[in-house]
């Protein structure tokens, strides 16, 4: 089945009491057992929900995985996955990390004794020289944010299997539709499904794809023990979702495209961040691994004066400056004082992300008016 067939109709099934197309929102907290443990295979809802059900199924499809499982937001997905580890593991990351993630990393597991290396994963030696027998997780990001540096998974899964510990890759830039990390090896896939795969600014959530059934076993066990799972409207909205990602996917990376080569022309652009340009230092990891490039961009402007990227930033009329990305709408952000504020100054600078840094997500406008929205905020 082909991945436009699968966003339509995988994972979903017409309701068996009225035949309705639509996977309806089970508003219910509990359920009626027949009698003690005799029940319909859902007893309460923060284990169970018949439209969580659906659209977990959904994602475990299009990510070409075996289970899926929702959460109240990405970064609580993420929590799931660090709380498979005990003290004493470590984990090895990259140095272009989501400032979420970070924070999570460092405020708060590290107080619970795991360690974490953050490294320029492009470089798999770099990766090799921090593994070792404390390794419990390699967690990466690709294309990451918001440098969108791009990972080689493939040679990330294989130090994972040589270590014998876990990798999970946070595919939300590329979505399943661009890329799928369970086939080139990876342990477990996530997604702030707040970004594409809800595609309309509407919903928070998060989720995780695995293969491995002991390993969903442990997952689940968090997730309802923990409790962060979302409800059945939210889930409702984003199988909604789902079911254009294809056809949105195409039109991000279309508009993409059309503007990261704008841009890299643009007297006043210096750097342009896009995976999809030859000049991007990954583009051959891109090109192997990935089926298009998205319509994430990011760049800086010629000379180190802040005051007109704030300009720009606060310059455009489609272009909405606001946090969270992958909406139908144009969004702009300002990474340095924004999504990775948590990151400290010195940390940030000396990866790579400048002071001036923008990035852009781009929506699935007509890209002539995009383009001259950046014309006249640049000029």
Aim: negative net charge; charged residues 20%; hydrophobic residues 40%.
């Amino acid at each position: 089945m082909k991945f436009g067939t699968k966003a339509i109709h995988a994972g979903v099934e017409p309701d068996p009491a009225t035949g309705a197309i639509m996977t309806p929102i089970y508003q219910t907290s509990t359920y009626v057992q027949a009698s003690p443990g005799d029940h319909k295979g859902y007893e309460y809802s923060r284990t169970h929900n018949p439209t969580r059900t659906a659209l977990q199924n959904a994602l475990a499809a299009l990510e070409n995985g075996r289970h899926g499982l929702c959460f109240a937001t990405g970064m609580a997905s993420i929590d799931a996955v660090i709380k498979l580890l005990k003290p004493g593991d470590e984990v090895v990351s990259t140095n272009d990390l989501y400032g979420g993630t970070y924070r999570l990393f460092t405020k708060i597991f590290e107080g619970f004794g795991i360690t974490f290396h953050f490294v320029d994963m492009s470089d798999l030696e770099q990766v090799k020289a921090k593994v070792n027998g404390r390794t419990k997780l390699i967690w990466a990001e690709t294309p990451t944010n918001p440098l969108l540096r791009i990972i080689d998974i493939a040679g990330l899964a294989s130090i994972a299997k040589q270590q014998g510990c876990l990798l999970g890759v946070d595919n939300t830039f590329a979505t399943p539709y661009l890329q799928n990390p369970l086939d080139l090896g990876a342990d477990l896939v996530m997604h702030s499904v707040t970004k594409y795969l809800g595609g309309h600014s509407d919903v928070v959530m998060g989720a995780l794809i695995v293969t491995d059934d002991a390993l969903a076993e442990r997952l689940a066990f968090i997730q309802n023990s923990s409790g962060a799972t979302p409800g059945p409207q939210d889930c409702f909205l984003v199988l909604r979702g789902l079911k254009t990602l294809h056809l949105r996917m195409q039109r991000h990376c279309e508009n993409g495209e059309a503007i990261a080569r704008w841009l890299a022309e643009h007297p006043k652009v210096d750097k342009v961040y896009w995976p999809g340009l030859k000049t991007h230092v990954n583009h051959a990891i891109a090109a192997r691994q990935m089926r298009g490039f998205g319509g994430m961009i990011s760049f800086t402007l010629k000379g180190d004066a802040m005051a007109d990227a704030t300009r720009v930033l606060s310059s455009t009329k489609l272009f909405t400056l606001a946090e969270s990305l992958g909406g139908v709408e144009s969004l702009l952000g300002h990474p340095a004082s924004m999504t990775h504020a948590s990151i400290p100054r010195e940390e940030r600078l000396a990866n790579g992300l400048a002071d001036t840094l923008i990035r852009l997500s781009v929506g699935v406008e007509d890209v002539e008016d995009l383009i001259a929205d950046l014309e006249q905020a640049l000029s």
